[in-house]
């Protein structure tokens, strides 16, 4: 089995790199977060890899990635439409996942039951 440490150090490179780009186009929220979670990556991956092991340290990357990659959607569209109607729009997308997180688990006994 293959560490997942090369992993790591390539993807805090590339949230390094993404932060630097986002400070020269002038997000500056966007290039903190990226910056944050390399840091996050960084010095936490001992600890992710001790408590959840190489599957788990790719996992948890994998996610923080989602979030920023996330919080860089709703830059953009704030560069776009605006910041009210990003912010409008990340909550109604919050609902929704708060939603099918709630309704996934009632349709899944739903199907063992059949009703």
């Known amino acids: 089995m293959e560490s997942a440490a090369p992993v790591i150090s390539q993807v805090s490179l ?3 790199l993404g932060s630097g780009l986002a400070l ?3 997000l500056r929220s ?8 390399a840091l996050l ?4 991956a001992p600890f992710l890899a001790a408590a ?13 990635l989602i979030f920023i ?14 910041e009210a109607a990003a912010n409008t729009m990340t909550g109604a997308l919050a609902a929704d996942v708060v939603r099918y997180l709630v309704r996934i688990p009632a349709l899944i006994v739903r199907r063992i039951f059949g009703w």
């Not at 990556?41 to 936490?44: D, E």
């Not at 990659?69 to 605006?82: C, D, E, N, T």
């Open 24 to 26: 020269i186009i002038g």
């Open 69 to 82: 990659l996330l919080h860089a959607a709703r830059s953009m569209v704030g560069l776009f439409i605006g």
């Open 14 to 16: 590339l949230l390094i």
């Open 52 to 64: 959840l092991g190489d599957r788990g340290m790719a996992l948890a990357a994998m996610v923080i």
């Open 41 to 44: 990556i960084l010095f936490c």
């Open 30 to 37: 966007l290039a903190g977060t990226l910056f944050a979670s």
